[in-house]
């Protein structure tokens, strides 16, 4: 009977390990189950992965990022040129593409989709506010915009992707009260991406459906019919969705929890280092980390190693304040690593040379990798007769206490990931057009930094701006604003029938770019 | 008293030092992007000015917009709201429906197996938090079993009805939409039993204690000595007085749900106001917040007002004073 009972309970196991894809017709739709709404998908206004996620597929930009490390390549636009002073940029569209309702996609459109970005003033607008004014967009003809800045600048083409193309005629149609149409594209869109709306129930369900004749074709025979993006927020739900087949595609599991569906039959686990880097920010301007010395003996005294055991060794050490995947990157030669005789030394040159203060270490209620951080802290400081006092905060409270000198704590745990692979994405964190802004939290202050971050923005040849960012980033670590910590692996359990993904580093946490998908049913 | 839980609500709410604006911006926004949606939606103005204004706009329908979702408050509580009160409905008439007989047989067969076993369920129901309750039957029969839905509100495939009521098994079953109803209350299974399992315990806790009290009263000694049969005394005369304080605690507990279905419905993402709730309260939107607890403390009062006339219903002496 025993036999039996477990025979049984094996057969019902096995068996609700099933096929993950749905499908509808002859289209095989592939179901991602992710943790974070998709409130809008105005590319004018918001962006995050999973907003971000879905505007990639429901849009194109002139230009895309693809690959590892990451690409800028043709997209809406066939090629382009620039001045020799980075100052005007000339872009040629491909002549075939086409909206989802079948209008030609024109210089004209170009033009009114940026228009329409800088003046909502929202989402990626700050990436170009400050250069490009509206005037200053010109259509040359049907296919060809130019764009003249008011300043040379070097990574304006490192924004574009992010600036997706709009048709103007389905926007102004749908115009409530002077709105440029932003109540509608929270819900619909007006674009000419891979993928056009199927069904959108917010808060539960986006669907898209692919476009069959999409202008850019297809990179594969076997590409996906569609997409299910179900809101599944609960770690240990989406873990026995990818298990039993409910979900083709989770992101945002554990790191144990990673571990063990990679060991799983069906399932495998992208992994591959990202562009987000995890720092302990520390307030240099107010309170005891104001003392550089101080802030180098924390650097010092911190046990590295540490970082990518919580990760499971998922994860690379910080060797510059810029990501590995950064254009111009530079390893730091003596970058901080744990020494405890070096820490003391600066300790002692410190105006706290006995040690004797309290540190505030600040980190995202609920959020245990960082809470772990905080003990290992702990353990580090205590030898340099350092306290630490850890502050649970949820996340809209800990952007307000980093937003002013006055209130952002002696030490903050922060995740950045940059926008895009310039140098200058980073590099601009650790200036003061960055004070209010989380990542600014320790409100560095360097005016030689500073200038030269303002310099390399503006010249246009990488030869001379390279050793510029390696400068930068020698100098950065030199001032220790921060415990440079590490980039955390990217990783999503996928079903093996799951082909074609592609990764870029640029991309958000979470994020995939749906397109290249395609389902290889065994 | 929905005045009073407005002004604690938005007191609240703004001593928390969250910046909305900044949020609703985006990390990278700039500090005229964000001056820009704070102006947009009024958060630049005194915080009496905010209140006032918001109170002339519950007054006239309007519960304001959502800095997280850009919609009206009102749209999103018509979306979510009608899931939750299903949720809740659905779970309280099992935790009835269950907890009542479960009592009575408790109270009338005590001390046996069967008042053993009621008690196992009752202070089981009370003991394991609900979250973790969900997790397990998710766990068995979802994930292992696989006999019932992980979570959700209906399957991937299953487009809802045409709305009518906004209560998708009434609006199925309206539309005679068959496919659609059962994919609704099989996703309904594991979220209803988990949210019902604390308010059964609950409703046979009470109900076999005032059982047992009533049970040995005078009038029922009386009755017994009568001859009446024991189905009789239980059914007709013992119940009616017992249910007196078990409806009373029914008409909280109903209340309470309605505010407490969060972590049930984080787990089987159901997407309902407790989600909506904890959505806006992580995101510093206040008029959610506001519209949430206007919603649920408005169910609370009828709820409660319903259970007032249910008192009527079983107690004469409460009939004659009210219609006195």
Redesign the interface.
């Known amino acids: 009977m025993r036999v039996l009972l477990t025979a049984a309970?094996a057969v019902?196991?096995a068996?609700?390990q099933g096929q993950a894809f749905?499908r509808?017709g002859d289209r095989k739709?592939l179901?991602f189950a992710g943790r974070q709404?998709v409130?809008?998908i105005d590319p004018s206004?918001?962006?995050?992965w999973s907003i971000r996620m879905a505007q990639q597929s429901l849009y194109d930009a002139l230009v895309k990022y693809v690959g590892n490390p990451p690409e800028i390549v043709p997209w809406l636009a066939e090629k382009w040129e620039s001045s020799p002073d980075a100052k005007t940029w000339t872009f040629h569209l491909v002549k075939t593409t086409r909206f989802h309702n079948g209008d030609p996609v024109t210089a004209e459109a170009v033009r009114f989709s940026f228009a329409r970005t800088l003046k909502l003033?929202?989402?990626p607008?700050?990436?170009l506010?400050e250069f490009l004014k509206e005037d200053d967009i010109k259509v040359l003809n049907e296919h060809t915009i130019q764009f003249t800045l008011t300043q040379p600048y070097s990574p304006f083409l490192s924004w574009l992707p992010w600036w997706y193309v709009m048709n103007p005629k389905q926007v102004l149609a749908n115009e409530q009260g002077g709105d440029l149409g932003?109540?509608w594209l929270?819900t619909n869109a007006a674009g000419s991406g891979p993928f056009k709306i199927k069904?959108w129930?917010?808060?539960?369900?986006y669907e898209l459906e692919a476009i069959d004749g999409y202008w850019k074709g297809w990179p594969s025979k076997d590409h996906i019919g569609g997409i299910?993006y179900?809101?599944?927020?609960?770690s240990?739900?989406q873990r026995?969705?990818v298990?039993?087949g409910?979900a083709d595609i989770v992101e945002g599991l554990s790191s144990d929890d990673f571990d063990q569906v990679a060991k799983m039959p069906g399932i495998v686990v992208p992994n591959f280092p990202g562009m987000t880097t995890f720092g302990i920010k520390m307030n240099t301007q107010k309170g005891p980390t104001k003392d550089s010395n101080l802030r180098k003996a924390v650097c010092y005294a911190f046990d590295y190693d540490a970082l990518i055991k919580i990760y499971n060794g998922h994860a690379v050490l910080q060797t510059s304040p810029f990501p590995n995947a950064t254009r111009g990157y530079v390893p730091v030669s003596g970058i901080y690593r744990q020494d405890l005789a070096k820490a003391k030394e600066f300790l002692a040159k410190s105006t706290s040379p006995n040690g004797g203060v309290e540190l505030e270490y600040v980190y995202v209620q609920g959020l245990e990798e960082e809470r772990k951080m905080g003990l290992v802290l702990i353990d580090n400081l205590q030898k340099l007769n350092i306290a630490v006092k850890m502050v649970p905060l949820?996340?809209?409270?800990m952007?307000?206490?980093g937003?002013k000198v006055e209130t952002s704590p002696d030490m903050m745990a922060v995740f950045t990931t940059p926008?895009s692979s310039d140098p200058d994405a980073v590099a601009y964190q650790y200036h003061k057009g960055s004070f209010?802004?989380?990542?600014a939290s320790s409100f560095y202050s360097n005016d030689a930094v500073w200038s030269l971050i303002d310099r390399a923005r503006t010249i246009a040849k990488w030869e001379e701006r390279a050793p510029i960012y390696a400068d930068i980033q020698r100098r950065i670590a030199a001032d220790a604003p921060e415990i440079f910590g590490m980039l955390a692996n990217r990783r999503w359990a996928m079903r093996d029938h799951v082909k074609g993904f592609v990764f870029s580093p640029v991309r958000f946490t979470g994020e995939v770019d749906l397109y290249p998908l395609a389902i290889v049913a065994k | 008293m929905l005045f009073g839980l407005l002004c604690i609500t938005f007191a609240i709410s703004h001593v928390?030092?969250?910046?909305?604006a900044?949020?609703a911006?985006?990390?990278?926004?700039?500090?005229?992007?964000v001056e820009?949606?704070r102006a947009e939606y009024g958060l630049d103005r005194p915080l009496p000015v905010q209140f006032g204004q918001y109170l002339r706009g519950v007054l006239s329908g309007d519960l304001g917009r959502s800095l997280?979702?850009?919609?009206t408050v009102a749209a999103d509580l018509a979306?979510?709201f009608p899931n939750t009160f299903e949720l809740v409905t659905g779970a309280m008439l099992l935790a009835v429906g269950l907890g009542v007989p479960l009592g009575i047989l408790s109270a009338v067969y005590r001390d046996t197996w069967v008042d053993q076993l009621t008690r196992v369920v009752s202070v089981s129901g009370i003991a394991i938090p609900a979250f973790w309750a969900g997790?397990m039957l998710?766990?068995l029969l979802?994930?292992?079993?696989?006999i019932l839905?992980?979570?959700?509100?209906l399957g991937?495939?299953t487009?809802?009805p045409a709305p009518v009521t906004h209560l998708l098994v009434v609006d199925a079953l309206l539309g005679g939409h068959w496919r659609v109803l059962g994919d609704a209350l099989a996703h309904a299974v594991l979220p209803t039993v988990t949210l019902c399992f604390p308010a059964l315990a609950s409703i046979v806790r009470v109900n076999r204690a005032e059982m047992l009290e009533t049970l040995k009263q005078d009038y029922i000694v009386n009755a017994r000595a009568q001859g009446v049969s024991e189905l009789r005394i239980v059914a007709r005369y013992a119940l009616r007085n017992a249910m007196i304080p078990t409806l009373a605690m029914i008409g909280l507990r109903y209340g309470w749900m309605l505010g407490g279905t969060v972590l049930v419905e984080?787990?089987?993402?159901w997407?309902g106001i407790g989600?909506?709730a904890v959505?806006s309260a992580?995101?510093?939107d206040f008029q959610p917040i506001m519209g949430v607890t206007l919603v649920i403390g408005l169910n609370f009062m009828l709820a409660n007002f319903v259970v007032d006339l249910a008192y009527g219903w079983l107690d004469p002496r409460v009939r004659s004073s009210m219609s006195a």
């Open positions: 309970l019902l196991v068996a609700s749905e509808a739709i179901v709404e409130p809008t206004v918001k962006y995050d003033n929202q989402g607008a700050w990436t506010a932003q109540k929270t069904r129930e917010q808060g539960v369900l299910i179900k809101i599944v927020r609960e240990a739900a026995a969705a298990i039993r409910e949820i996340w809209p409270n952007v307000a206490r937003a926008l209010g802004k989380y990542y | 928390a030092p969250g910046d909305p900044r949020l911006a985006g990390p990278d926004a700039t500090a005229s992007m820009k949606i997280r979702t850009r919609e979306r979510y997790l998710q766990l979802a994930l292992h079993l696989g839905p992980l979570g959700g509100r991937l495939m487009a809802p984080t787990v089987f993402d997407p989600l909506y959505a992580v995101s510093s």
